[in-house]
């Protein structure tokens, strides 16, 4: 059994749901690999953000 | 002006898309595609996609079971009813898993939780990625 961090998960849920989404998404492979790597920023990106904002939220 | 020619190449583009003219099963890709991840495209040639989708979707299926996420084996309630449909896009990962007894009963820790939800939204982009697979043979989607 893996006992991954928070960050660790997201960062590989992030990678694995980019990858298929920027193949599925986008026809050729130069948009495809634009459109995984920015899915891959917002997935992250706003994992951060939110994480921010419920930190502020409890103090 | 710009804006009528861009309109323009648009429709161009669509005109151009190959129609269904390939002979064979039309949902073979579909069905290939939801059973096995990846296969699909495999029986399209795109290897490449074929490849990474499959390490991408078994990744996700794996790394849920590694982490003792629950697989759903039937529904007692809505949300339960959910993840089981979500479990079923995996197709023969989700039966064999069954059939050998893989994943947990009960989610205890917050990893399980999230290999729970691993596990389930694999089972989600393996459909999405078999309907890709059926749009490229009919040829909704450009090769």
């Given amino acids: 059994m893996i006992h991954p961090s928070q960050f660790t998960a997201v960062v590989l849920f992030a990678l694995f749901a980019s990858t298929v989404f920027g193949i599925t998404q986008r026809e050729t492979p130069r948009r495809m690999f634009r459109y995984g790597v920015y899915c891959f920023a917002l997935f992250v990106g706003s994992a951060v953000v939110l994480s921010w904002v419920m930190f502020l939220i409890a103090r | ?143």
């Fill in chain 2, 1 to 143: 002006m710009r804006y009528s020619q861009k309109r323009m190449a648009t429709a161009a583009t669509k005109n151009s898309a190959a129609p269904n003219t390939k002979p064979g099963f039309v949902y073979l890709p579909l069905i290939a595609g939801w059973l096995f991840p990846g296969a699909g495209h495999f029986l399209l040639r795109k290897w490449v996609r074929g490849a990474l989708l499959s390490a991408s979707i078994i990744g996700m299926f794996a790394l849920g079971l590694a982490m003792k996420g629950k697989i759903y084996t039937g529904a007692q309630d809505v949300l339960d009813m959910l993840g089981f449909v979500g479990d079923l896009g995996n197709g023969l990962l989700f039966f064999v898993s069954r059939l050998l007894g893989l994943g947990a009963d009960q989610v205890q820790v917050t990893t399980a939780d999230y290999g729970t939800k691993f596990i389930v939204v694999a089972g989600l982009l393996n459909v999405i990625a078999a309907v890709d697979a059926h749009n490229l043979r009919t040829g909704r989607k450009p090769e």
